[in-house]
């Protein structure tokens, strides 16, 4: 396996622009845009918008204490849009002042539109969370990642499963294997979130006690845009006995909304997207929980909390270790049968899958090292 671990040479001047769009991008970059800083490497932080609403982003650039950053203010709409818009203002915002090496999160639309920017106008992409494969094209998000991952210079992979499955495809970057940022944040962060007092408060505020709750939230255009698939949903939801904390997102709001359908679950309490911490507190302390989500299957997999798939394959398959994450078909039938079966079986695994969260502190000494170059020849 062609896998890299850099070391510094002489340092050398950089301009780096770190493109995010949603709230996990954020978070996956926190840490990356901390080491750049701690380094002294001069960096620019770009939000597209395309979470548009404060508490999708905002609320975490103040969290995590980055940066202000650029916003391109692209806001909502179709694929295709978000990406046209992505391209337009980014490649404006880059006549202005040109970065020597992009690094884009995540397999957003907005990280696919930003990537065609980095390529077009020839500057080194570098794709953090790169190598996760789902084998199925008709999902968005793996289309976004097959592009942006042969286009891009460096390939920073989260996990062993993922590096190999770069070689396998002989992507032309080089490929190093750093671990997963996202665990960096949440190890650097258990300090906060489970100490005592603050998990007391939190637990008071929604009047739940630990085990006894399921935290739930779910976003994906494939759940939530079909009124069949969040039907299924909804009425799994109203079937269910505990309560359920329902962090929901705008576009789902939106979506209930347009299709008629509401929860008539008396146990279903539904608040505002949370703050980081305060998510997080829930999830550790949560019986069960429900998403779409890739970054609450990473979470909840650490954190040893059960949990139900709104999906029936995953990326993340290091989560399936241990027979308490859940997978399998969108239907009421299912989801209710899982989550009453998976409810209050915490367990124990193992969070070094996803490295020693210490993941971003590699990234700068790869950067100054001189090998993020576009390729020009064919290496295997």
Not at 79 to 90: E, G, M, P
Not at 91 to 108: A, V
Not at 218 to 243: C, G, M, T, Y
Not at 279 to 289: E, R, S
Request: charged share 20%; glycine share 6%; aromatic share 8%.
């Amino acid at each position: 396996m062609r896998v890299l671990h850099a070391q510094p040479e002489e340092s050398i001047s950089l301009f780096v622009s770190i493109v995010t769009g949603t709230r996990p991008q954020i978070i996956k970059s926190a840490p990356v845009i901390h080491a750049l800083k701690q380094q002294g490497i001069n960096y620019e932080f770009v939000h597209t918008g395309q979470h548009y609403d404060f508490e999708l982003a905002q609320t975490f650039v103040n969290d995590f204490e980055l940066t202000e950053p650029v916003n391109l203010h692209v806001g909502s709409g179709d694929y295709c849009f978000q990406v046209y818009a992505t391209i337009d203002r980014l490649s404006t915002h880059f006549k202005k002042k040109r970065p020597d090496i992009m690094i884009i999160p995540g397999d957003t639309t907005s990280a696919l539109g930003a990537s065609l920017v980095g390529f077009k106008m020839e500057i080194p992409v570098c794709h953090l969370e790169s190598g996760l494969r789902r084998y199925d094209l008709t999902v968005q998000e793996e289309l976004n990642r097959r592009l942006i991952d042969h286009g891009s210079s460096a390939l920073f992979a989260p996990t062993p499963v993922a590096a190999k499955n770069l070689e396998a495809e002989q992507v032309q970057g080089n490929v190093y294997m750093l671990g997963d940022t996202m665990y960096d944040v949440l190890k650097n962060r258990m300090n906060i979130f489970l100490e005592p007092k603050f998990q007391e408060k939190v637990l008071s505020k929604y009047d739940v006690s630990i085990g006894d709750y399921t935290i739930m939230t779910f976003h994906r255009r494939e759940h939530v845009d079909l009124k069949s698939n969040l039907e299924q949903i909804v009425n799994a939801v109203n079937q269910l006995e505990f309560p359920i904390i329902f962090s929901m997102h705008p576009r789902t709001k939106k979506n209930l909304i347009d299709s008629n359908l509401e929860f008539n679950n008396p146990n279903l309490r539904v608040v505002a997207p949370l703050p980081y911490d305060e998510f997080m507190c829930l999830m550790a302390n949560a019986g069960l929980a429900i998403s779409d989500s890739g970054g609450i299957q990473k979470e909840s997999y650490i954190l040893g909390t059960p949990l139900v798939s709104l999906h029936n394959c995953t990326e993340w398959v290091e989560t399936l270790k241990y027979g308490k994450h859940r997978l399998g078909e969108l239907t009421t039938s299912r989801i209710v049968n899982d989550c009453r079966d998976l409810f209050g079986k915490r367990y124990q695994s193992d969070p070094s899958v996803y490295g020693d969260g210490k993941s971003a502190e590699k990234i700068p000494p790869i950067l100054l090292s001189g090998e993020v170059q576009i390729p020009t020849k064919f290496r295997y």
